[in-house]
């Protein structure tokens, strides 16, 4: 995989009928593809009129589900191997970013990641690694990955909410904290809100607070 490995997936035009002038990126997790987040769009538009909704399809076929999609494999879970396979996809996803920023003349002050799960992972590596700022990263239900080269590897510090279910049973509540504690040391301003009994999945409360944290973003 590289980056000139183009991905795609569906996206949402501004309700407005105007020219973008937002872009947020949805990152799926794993097993799924882009049409698992796509549908956020529809509520979110309400509050973010102007902006463009995009759920780009990870550029592998799930090991575990031949119809769904990943960005990296699951297979090995020991860090540094997870770190290798988010800096491997991190290329793709960043491509497909800056094209849209292009063909919208689009800065990166106009851009959000959110992300589920796996990519949450995705959102936090490439975000933070990215040479401009973006307006804002919303991660439900996910993970720090690349931790251990996260200090030197720090380009951007956008601001950050993590949300997540202290019920999951696929990606521990546990690991939240100590994803703060590793943001907050760099200086990387970061939220957290934990759902109680909510397990690996993104509820109204989830929703709510990513909107506003997004429209609070953009309006700065």
């Known amino acids: 995989m590289t980056a000139n490995s183009a991905i ?7 309700v407005s009928g105007d020219s973008p002038r937002q872009l947020i990126v949805f990152l799926h997790g794993w097993g799924a593809d882009g049409n698992d987040l796509i549908g956020l769009a529809v509520g979110w538009s309400v509050r973010l009129p102007t902006a463009r909704f995009v759920a780009p399809h990870a550029p592998q076929s ?17 860090p540094e191997v997870m ?20 063909r919208f003349d689009l800065s990166d002050e106009r851009l959000a990641l959110v992300g ?31 931790s251990e080269t996260l200090a030197p590897a720090t380009r951007s510090r956008p601001p950050i909410l993590l949300v997540h279910g202290d019920a999951d049973p696929i990606v521990p509540a546990s690991l939240l904290p100590a994803a703060a504690d590793a943001l907050e040391r ?11 009994g909510l397990g690996h999945g993104i509820d109204p409360t989830g929703l709510e607070l990513g909107i506003e944290f997004l429209a609070s973003a953009f309006a700065r």
């Open 116 to 146: 589920f799960s796996q990519g949450t992972m995705m959102a936090l590596y490439v975000a933070l690694r990215r040479p401009r700022t973006c307006a804002a990263v919303v991660g439900y239900s996910g993970a720090l990955v690349g």
């Open 186 to 196: 760099l200086a990387v301003p970061v939220r957290t809100h934990v759902v109680p």
């Open 62 to 78: 799930c090991e575990a589900n031949p119809f769904g999609r990943q960005w990296f494999s699951l297979a090995d879970t020991d």
């Open 83 to 102: 770190s290798a396979g988010a800096a491997r996809a991190a290329p793709v996803i960043n491509q497909f970013i800056d094209q849209e920023m292009a």
């Open 8 to 14: 795609s997936g569906p996206h949402r035009d501004p």
